[in-house]
């Protein structure tokens, strides 16, 4: 039974469910077109928006990374250029692994992002 102050309305036990139901939640509420939870080589872990959308913005995920790095030889231009303008890839550490959080939409990159970060972080520490 929920608290009268519990603010979820659907959760899970299970890891990937709940990390589902946390990344449809706030792709709605951000007004995102996709939220992805990948590895750190770019396979979709969870996610929520248009499938092939998805595996898209995780294939990229680590290419991002290293280009907002500054990372020699990693200069965005094309396709990675065109997806970054309107992505943001933040990296969670979860209990010494690195995941890739990513998020497509005009308001992509906003505050909001640092909440769903906090959220899978959650999610994925309770399931190590």
Known sequence: MKSPTERRQTRSTDPLVALHYQLAHSRLQ????VVVVADDSGVVV???GGWAACEELAAYAPLLVRAES???GSGSSGRLA????YSDVRTIDVD???VLLCARGPR???AAM?????????????AA
Do not use: C, F, M, N
């Open 96 to 98: 010494g692994q690195t």
């Open 70 to 72: 500054g990372e020699p």
């Open 114 to 126: 640092r909440q769903v970060a906090d959220g899978v972080a959650r999610i994925l520490s309770r």
């Open 108 to 110: 992509a990159k906003t």
């Open 30 to 33: 951000g007004g995102l077109d």
């Open 82 to 85: 065109e997806i970054g303008a």
């Open 46 to 48: 969870a996610a929520s």
